[in-house]
């Protein structure tokens, strides 16, 4: 069973910086396609950010500039590096695993989930 546990997540100001991580075990972490989601209260599950098997990248418009997605193999560790925060980046932040290498920006083709990290960005 492939579980993940997310860390980093806080309170920062407008501006400021945070990094989160994804510690991932109970599977082959290079055979997973990985993603970022997001979700803010009385909001639907919006998808942030995904890393293929390969490392190719992909962003939601808004965060693209600001956030930067990696993955270390050697850690079975994603990271989603945080910058320019804003106050509409406040959400509780999920990390999530795909069966396959495949990814996807729609939350119902993960099949993993972490129990999330609240980041709160005000002053």
């Known amino acids: 069973q492939v579980q993940l546990v997310e860390s980093g997540g806080g309170l920062v100001q407008p501006g400021g910086s945070l990094r989160l991580s994804c510690a991932v075990s109970?599977?082959?972490?290079?055979?997973?396609?990985m993603g970022w989601f997001r979700q803010a209260p009385g909001k639907e599950r919006e998808f942030v950010s995904a890393?293929?098997?390969?490392?190719?990248?992909y962003y939601e418009d808004s965060v693209k500039g600001r956030f930067t997605i990696s993955r270390v193999y050697a850690k079975n560790t994603v990271y989603l590096q945080m910058n320019s925060l804003k106050p509409e980046d406040t959400a509780v932040y999920y990390c999530?695993?795909?069966?396959?290498?495949?990814?996807?920006?729609?939350?119902?083709?993960?099949?993993?989930w972490g129990q999330g990290t609240q980041v709160t960005v005000s002053s």
């Open positions: 109970g599977g082959t972490f290079s055979t997973h396609g």
């Open positions: 999530a695993a795909h069966r396959t290498s495949r990814v996807s920006s729609s939350p119902k083709e993960y099949d993993y």
């Open positions: 890393i293929s098997w390969s490392g190719t990248t």
